[in-house]
């Protein structure tokens, strides 16, 4: 079992930054991958960035060249920066522990997800 705790989130005009943080409750070194989901109302959660092997990372389109996803193992904590804010950006964000197969990421443990609101 592994706890996650995400926070960071908030309030933000257009064209700010956040720096979502996720803290687990066991070594994240341990971990296969690691990954940050978003999902807005009404609609699906979707995967926006994933890490494996401490480095190797990927990122949705509308995440790339704004966000970047990394982690500090001596504070076992997953982090995403997130720049040049959109008011489509709003949603719910969720870390994961998962599993990459085949270079595919699977998720694992959910943590309970931080709020990100962009305002125009």
């Known amino acids: 079992q592994v706890q996650l705790v995400e926070s960071g989130g908030g309030l933000v005009q257009a064209g700010g930054s956040l720096r979502l943080s996720c803290a687990a409750s066991?070594?994240?070194?341990?971990?296969?991958?690691m990954g940050w989901y978003r999902q807005a109302p009404g609609q699906q959660r979707e995967l926006v960035a994933t890490?494996?092997?401490?480095?190797?990372?990927n990122y949705a389109a509308s995440a790339q060249g704004r966000f970047t996803i990394y982690t500090d193992n001596a504070d076992d904590t997953l982090y995403l920066q997130m720049n040049n804010l959109k008011p489509e950006d709003t949603a719910v964000y969720y870390c994961n522990t998962g599993r990459f197969l085949d270079g595919t990421f699977f998720p694992g443990y959910w943590g309970r997800g931080t709020q990100v609101t962009v305002s125009s």
């Open positions: 890490i494996r092997s401490g480095s190797i990372t």
């Open positions: 066991r070594s994240i070194s341990m971990f296969n991958g």
